[in-house]
């Protein structure tokens, strides 16, 4: 037999067995009545992807009829729900690049049915140096990379930079989390593309994604696209 070690480091990287069942899976990691089960974002708001009634679906939250966020359209194809938030968690915290595979995938297969204009450039929603420091990487430039190989699109991590580490906001007041987030984010240069795509791996309430296209629109860009894997409920 002969040794291939680039076949080798690839289904060591990536399982051929499901990451929730264990049952035989394709090398993404899903074997397929998992990936039927998954918790798809399917009724949502059309501007901001907010997971909405049945009856609303492809309609504007109330939210975007009154105030719509600066983004042009987001595309979050999936509910921060179980087992999701499992496999985020896993991706995130104990360095589990294989789940990040197979969510970057994901969201793949949502771009490939739902994109009509591509961007020209994508922008991982930076994380903070002591963040990456702890964690090892930035989880939403990992998810980028597979998206920019698949679509062919460069990717600006420099652009965009967090100068500051935002705390927990849950437990802050509206105003008070927009006036962090504003003070978290800087440009480090000019814009490189008039049409560009934010990547982000959860959306909670959306600010961070308004905060930056907000910040990259000022700086030039025309449009801004929001991607992300899954959005709180
Ligand atoms: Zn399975
Ligand atoms: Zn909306």
Not at 66 to 80: E, T
Not at 189 to 207: Q, S, W
């Amino acid at each position: 037999m002969v040794y291939n070690w680039k076949e080798f480091a690839r289904s060591r990287l990536y399982p051929s067995i499901c990451l929730l069942c264990g049952a035989e899976a394709e090398p993404a990691g899903l074997c397929l009545p998992c990936r039927l089960e998954l918790p798809y974002n399917r009724h949502c708001c059309r501007h901001c992807a907010l997971p909405l009634p049945l009856t609303d679906a492809g309609r504007l939250c109330g939210q975007c009829q009154r105030r719509p966020p600066p983004f042009h359209r987001a595309v979050i194809p999936l509910l921060y729900r179980a087992p999701i938030d499992y496999l985020v968690t896993r991706f995130k915290f104990d360095g589990g690049l294989h789940c990040g595979h197979l969510l970057a995938s994901l969201l793949a297969d949502a771009l490939h049915s739902g994109v009509e204009d591509a961007p020209q450039l994508l922008i991982p929603v930076p994380l903070h140096r002591d963040r990456i420091s702890q964690r090892g990487f930035n989880q939403a430039l990992e998810l980028t990379r597979p998206l920019a190989r698949q679509f062919g699109l460069p990717v600006d991590c420099t652009t965009v930079v967090r100068t500051q580490a935002t705390a927990a906001q849950s437990r802050l007041g509206k105003r008070q989390r927009q006036r962090n987030l504003r003070a978290a984010f800087g440009l480090d240069g000019p814009i490189k593309a008039r049409h560009l795509a934010l990547v982000d791996d959860v959306v909670t309430t959306g600010a961070t994604a308004a905060t930056l296209a907000t910040l990259l629109l000022h700086g030039g860009a025309e449009r801004v696209d929001l991607w992300a894997l899954a959005r709180t409920p």
